[in-house]
């Protein structure tokens, strides 16, 4: 136990005075929170108003859809539906099957999946609908304010929850003889790395739950975003998002025997292109991966996370929650118990 403690202090020291963790997970995500605060804060006042909803005159929930009373209904023919979304008099369209088609990706676009989604279940369970309020779902607080800003911050959170990934190279790096001289000592005495990563896991995940921490009081307490509705939901998807990080990051670092510069450019690409995949550097992306490739939005890690944050936390949904964190769990196994693999076959010439 005396060692497992010592070992802890030393790693967490080291990943310290390592400044890929200290800029990536520390001051990167505090700079982009500020970016992110200044370039978008006059979005701050957009206030959600009713959602315009076309359909067929023929769908049979169009009198379901008339009793919520924040939806306005218009019925419009299928060869209108592409003119009206693209003059934006309707957020959205619901056919006879109850497919929907859109335009763009937001908060009103979700809002009418969610209460189609909704519709479609109380249906197979034979429930009265029109006992439903669906108001108390979605809009459960009338003067909410619909803030783009905050769905922002949701994508930003996802990504630096994943930012454990600098954490774990650095981890792994300590056991490689080629990157350290604490390497070349473990590498010729009989003590398991397997304890030694069991280690670093535990430190790198603590250290960037903590990063994650101060980036959220930052966000709650100087730019004044309340962001969280629902705590318990949300820390268990960033807990899952900082797991996969640190998995990944232990995968890379034991994956090639390259230099810790190369293995940090690696997770910084690896994380971009994922944040970039799940619509952070625009919400066109996002619609058209949805449209053409909507199983990305399913397995990407950062996805999962964004969309899942958005969910509880704005429409009270957590339907999804329990496949998101299914897929991000096993994700970490796949990556720690491939990893696990790369270490113990890795030999040097000489030491």
């Not at 959220?216 to 100087?222: D, P, T």
């Not at 429409?315 to 720690?336: A, H, M, N, P, R």
Request: hydrophobic share 50%.
């Amino acid at each position: 136990m005396r060692n497992l403690f010592r070992n802890c202090i030393y790693q967490g020291k080291n990943l310290f005075r390592d400044f890929g963790f200290s800029f990536w997970s520390l001051l990167y995500p505090l700079i982009m929170a500020v970016f992110f605060y200044t370039a978008f804060s006059g979005m701050l006042e957009t206030e959600l108003k009713e959602i315009n909803v076309g359909i067929d005159s023929e769908n049979s929930i169009v009198n379901i859809l008339r009793e919520i009373e924040f939806l306005n209904v218009h019925k419009i023919s299928k060869d209108e539906v592409v003119k009206k979304l693209d003059d934006e008099e309707i957020d959205g369209f619901v056919d006879s099957d109850l497919d929907i088609k859109v335009k763009e990706s937001g908060i009103n676009q979700t809002i009418i999946k969610e209460v189609v989604e909704q519709i479609k279940q109380m249906k197979k369970l034979n429930r009265p609908i029109e006992n439903y309020d669906f108001s108390v779902d979605y809009i459960a607080d009338r003067n909410q304010k619909a803030n783009p800003l905050v769905i922002i911050f949701y994508s930003l959170i996802a990504m630096v929850s994943t930012y454990g990934v600098f954490a774990g190279i650095e981890a792994v790096s300590l056991i490689q003889a080629n990157l350290s001289n604490i390497g070349e000592r473990l590498n010729i005495v009989p003590l398991k790395k397997s304890k030694f990563i069991l280690v670093g896991v535990v430190v790198a995940l603590a250290l960037n739950l903590f990063a994650n921490g101060i980036l959220l009081i930052f966000i709650k307490y100087v730019l004044k975003l309340n962001l969280f509705t629902e705590i318990k939901y949300s820390a268990i998807l960033i807990i899952m998002g900082n797991l996969f990080g640190v998995a990944l990051g232990i995968f890379i670092g034991s994956s090639n025997k390259k230099s810790n510069d190369v293995k940090t450019i690696m997770a910084i690409a690896m994380t971009l292109v994922l944040s970039f995949l799940s619509g952070m550097m625009g919400s066109g992306i996002k619609v058209m991966i949805d449209e053409n490739v909507p199983i990305l939005s399913r397995i990407n890690p950062i996805s999962i996370i964004t969309n899942n944050l958005y969910r509880i936390n704005l429409l009270g949904s957590t339907k999804s929650i329990g496949e998101g964190v299914i897929v991000l769990s096993i994700y970490c196994i796949v990556l720690i118990f491939t990893s696990y693999i790369f270490l113990r076959r890795q030999s040097y010439d000489s030491l």
